[in-house]
């Protein structure tokens, strides 16, 4: 268990266990949930906004038919080019 004190500020140092676990650096924005049973969690922001980038585009690739690099360039290249 880790232990942070409150300044007059409202500011917390955030203990170096956490930091290290999280993989937080100077500058890195933490993000504070609660959940339903009253619990507040603390999350590295960057690392969440990743995840759900990555749980909000699951899926789309497959959905337009790209399975592979190949696909990937054709329609990179579809879209650079314009169609043959």
């Known amino acids: 268990m880790n232990l942070a004190k409150i300044s007059a500020n409202g500011q917390i140092t955030v ?44 899926g789309a690739a497959e959905a337009i038919g790209i399975s592979d690099e190949d696909d990937v360039q054709a329609l990179v290249d579809e879209v650079r080019y314009g169609k043959d």
């Open 15 to 58: 203990p170096v266990e956490i930091r290290r676990l999280l993989d937080l650096k100077s500058g890195d924005k933490i993000l504070f949930f609660q959940k339903q049973n009253g619990e507040v969690v603390v999350s590295n922001a960057s690392a969440q906004a990743i995840r759900n980038a990555q749980n909000a585009f699951a």
